[in-house]
């Protein structure tokens, strides 16, 4: 019976001219990874990146054009509001208007005084507040866009059609008239200008020593 030296453990044998390393079994690779220096990426794995980049460009477009619809609409909203607004305005001053016009008689005959003074300032006091404004005065040039004559005649002292009293005033809120002034116009006497014309070339002509003799 053979005795066994403890500790020490029977090794395979070796075959002559190897190293102990090539005792030891390799490990196999691991499934999936790719060999060493291999830089070629999958075709699929391509294709799939592709779609994913152009499915995100579609869905920032759609994003921004949502985006930008309710922008628009925020705006559109915000110009309805304030066209609403001004319209009920309007509409409010525009019934108030006979009201101002009986102050302003009033105010012309010496009758604005007392209590009903300080309720008729305080009543044009709101209604500037609000964006009233009032305009016509004598002597302006008659614009159609703004005036609505009533009366009409001529005069010698003016040049163009003009505005020679004030029957009604008119009033707007900011560029929109909401009643024109009601006014008297009165135009330049026919044939004036022309007497007018024919002086002024007489005046030229003394200053000028007279037309050139032939």
Not at 17 to 44: C, N, V, Y
Not at 85 to 100: D, F, R, S
Request: with cysteine; charged share 30%; net charge negative.
């Amino acid at each position: 019976m053979t005795e066994e030296t403890p500790g020490f453990e029977e090794k395979p044998d070796v075959p002559s001219g190897a190293t102990p390393d090539d005792a030891e079994p390799k490990a196999a690779p691991q499934e999936g990874t790719a060999p060493a220096g291999d830089g070629h990426a999958d075709p699929g794995l391509v294709a799939q990146l592709d779609q994913v980049r152009t499915a995100l460009g579609e869905r920032t477009a759609d994003l921004q054009r949502l985006q930008a619809e309710y922008q628009n609409y925020r705006r559109r909203v915000e110009r309805d509001r304030i066209t609403v607004k001004e319209i009920a305005v309007a509409n409010l001053l525009t019934e108030l208007l006979p009201v101002l016009d009986d102050i302003g008689r009033a105010r012309e005959h010496g009758e604005l005084v007392g209590g009903f003074k300080s309720v008729a300032e305080s009543l044009e006091t709101v209604a500037a507040k609000m964006g009233l404004q009032q305009f016509g005065k004598e002597g302006e040039p008659f614009d159609p866009t703004i005036h609505e004559a009533l009366m009409h005649s001529y005069a010698p002292d003016v040049t163009e059609t003009t505005c020679v009293a004030i029957l009604q005033p008119g009033y707007r809120i900011g560029e929109r008239t909401i009643r024109p002034a009601r006014v008297a116009v009165a135009e330049p006497q026919p044939g004036a200008q022309t007497v007018k014309d024919e002086s002024a070339e007489a005046a030229d002509d003394k200053e000028s020593g007279g037309p050139d003799e032939g």
